[in-house]
């Protein structure tokens, strides 16, 4: 069901759960002050308990009351960035950010999506805990349908369109200057000149999303340099020829990163609304800039990969 913004903003402000547009992929939106909502965001998504929800703001100053300090070179990296998909994950104030959202850790990330809908939403309704609108472990949602497919086609979507940039943001958390929490839609290298280095990987358990198995469609995908017998479909780049030929899902040029991160989860949930049961993944990919993003999601996506640990 399509919701006009000021029929979102209301369900919202009663305790309702919404999926909302950012720039990045769609959110499941609730209310800071619902505990009722925020459980249905976790019975929705089947999201396990210890994987906190990441707060989105829509002004600077709707930090003041849920933020209890700011690490150095915060101003720095919100000026450059906000809005727009890099989440800061900054210590909280107790009392403001209810335990459960936080599954328990005394911070929580934050971030300011550059979507006008979003952030009009976000203007009328404050702060709003909005983890990405998918079932935990299957391929985001970049599209009204996407949402639909995961909740059904009666759950209530604010209608962004087609998300812009098609993976999620960039987390940076602070342990004794930034570090990388997740990789996302900002390459690492974008941070150089405002840290002076490009910031290194936070331990894996810093960020607790990164435990959890991901981004996987149903069907099984397989990397490697064989194609198995049993492939009934191949994932890869429109410029590369394969040694079979199978059904063929593109995720685009290898010339344009920026187009298969907007292809990414569009094309792993296409594999399934085809019912297909198992396919050949091309994981050679280049490892600079955004692609490093884009391998790590396929990697995850498929299924065995190291990641892979709950
Ligand atoms: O682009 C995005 O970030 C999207 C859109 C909707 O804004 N949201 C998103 O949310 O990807 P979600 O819940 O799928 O991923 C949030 C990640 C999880 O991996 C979670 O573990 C991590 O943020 N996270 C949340 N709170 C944290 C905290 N206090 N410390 C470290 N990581 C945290
Ligand atoms: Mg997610």
Not at 105 to 123: C, D, G, Y
Not at 166 to 175: A, D, F, K, N, R
Request: proline share 9%; aromatic share 6%.
């Amino acid at each position: 069901m399509r919701l006009l913004l000021e029929e979102a903003a209301e369900t919202l402000l009663q305790g309702g759960v919404v999926a909302v547009p950012t720039e990045t992929v769609y959110g499941l939106a609730a209310s800071l002050a619902s505990s009722k909502a925020i459980e249905e965001v976790f019975a929705l998504k089947k999201r396990p308990g210890n994987n906190p929800l990441i707060i989105h703001i829509g002004r600077k100053e709707q930090l003041r009351e849920l933020v209890e300090s700011f690490p150095p070179g915060f101003e720095l990296l919100a000026e450059a960035f906000w809005p727009g998909p890099l989440t800061l994950v900054l210590p909280v104030r107790e009392s403001a950010v209810p335990e459960r959202a936080r599954a328990g850790l005394p911070t929580a990330a934050f971030r300011m999506p550059a979507h006008p809908i979003a952030l009009e939403l976000l203007k009328k309704t404050g702060p709003l805990l909005m983890p990405s609108a998918n079932l935990s472990g299957r391929p985001s949602a970049t599209a009204p349908e996407h949402v639909e497919q995961d909740f059904g086609t009666a759950f209530p979507v604010l209608d962004g369109g087609v998300c812009l940039q098609g993976v999620e943001s960039t987390i940076l958390i602070y342990q004794e200057g930034w570090k990388i929490g997740r990789l996302g839609a900002l390459p690492a290298a974008v941070f150089t000149p405002l840290l002076g280095e490009e910031p290194p990987f936070a331990r894996k358990a810093a960020c607790p999303g990164r435990l959890h198995r991901h981004y996987s469609p149903k069907a099984l995908l397989i990397a490697g340099d064989e194609i198995p017998e049993d492939a009934e479909a191949l994932v890869g780049f429109e410029e590369r020829r394969y040694p079979k030929t199978l059904p063929f899902f593109s995720l685009g040029s290898l010339k344009d990163p920026e187009a298969v991160a907007r292809n990414l989860y569009r094309t792993l949930r296409t594999l399934d609304s085809q019912k297909v049961a198992k396919a050949w993944v091309d994981l050679d990919l280049p490892e600079e800039g955004l692609w490093a993003t884009l391998k790590e999601r396929l990697s995850r996506a498929v299924s065995g990969c190291r990641d892979a640990e709950v």
